[in-house]
């Protein structure tokens, strides 16, 4: 079963505006880790964000927010002040901390418009 | 330089071939996985392992075999590749914080 969902393949966003990208979660734990990447054209993988699940308060990394929302399991990814650096696929990851494994989503392709 | 080395970076292999994909980090990790990445599906986990000396099965596990026999070192092989097969390839490593560090990616391409 899918345990990470992000249904928005792809989105434009307007440089300097903000953009929201979704991801929702499944697990019967109470204790998890919540990850987002980003995957430029380059290829590689680049850690952005982390949400622990007692984590009281949002993740945030510079221009990163994660605007964590337990009760519906969803844990979404806000990129501000877009650039065109930020064009690139953006994974969301979950790992349950009783189990080594961390399953990623299918992941949404963000192209920045000038 | 810290981090993650796969090998190769990419390969053309025939179909029916065995192959071996390399991943050494020197981070001393104790959690590596690798996982293949198709378009439209992200990435999938193949196998994994907690530290030297266990492995266990991902999503999709068939056809791939790995080995721990230290930290450091995590291969992959395809004991005889299938055109399905042909993926992007990569290796990873789970910090102590959490932080999962990839290598740079493995394209394979199976005929």
């Known amino acids: 079963a899918q345990k990470i969902t992000q249904t928005q393949p792809g989105m434009f966003v307007q440089e300097k505006e903000a953009v929201t990208l979704d991801c929702t979660y499944d697990?019967?734990?109470?204790?998890?880790?919540l990850f987002w990447y980003k995957q430029p054209s380059s290829g590689e993988m680049i850690f952005l964000i982390y949400q622990g699940s007692y984590d009281e308060q949002n993740a945030t990394e510079g221009r990163y927010s994660l605007n964590f929302q337990k009760a519906r399991k969803s844990a979404n990814l806000v990129i501000s002040a877009s650039q065109l650096g930020d064009s690139a696929m953006y994974f969301c990851?979950?790992?349950?901390?009783?189990?080594?494994?961390?399953?990623f989503g299918a992941g949404t392709t963000v192209t920045v418009r000038a | 330089i810290a981090g993650i080395t796969q090998a190769p970076t990419s390969q053309i292999l025939a179909a029916g071939r065995r192959m071996t994909l390399r991943c050494t980090q020197d981070?001393?990790?104790?959690?590596m996985y690798w996982y293949r990445q198709d378009l439209g599906l992200g990435l999938r986990l193949i196998h994994y392992?907690?530290?030297?000396?266990?492995?266990g099965k991902g999503e999709v596990p068939d056809g791939y075999s790995v080995s721990r026999a230290n930290t450091d070192d995590f291969p992959l092989t395809l004991a005889s590749a299938v055109p399905s097969q042909t993926s992007v390839y990569f290796c990873a490593s789970l910090s102590n914080t959490g932080e999962l560090f990839f290598g740079e990616g493995s394209r394979l391409t199976v005929l």
């Open positions: 392992s907690n530290t030297a000396g266990t492995t």
């Open positions: 697990t019967s734990d109470q204790s998890y880790g």
């Open positions: 990851a979950m790992r349950e901390v009783n189990d080594y494994k961390l399953s």
């Open positions: 981070m001393r990790h104790n959690a």
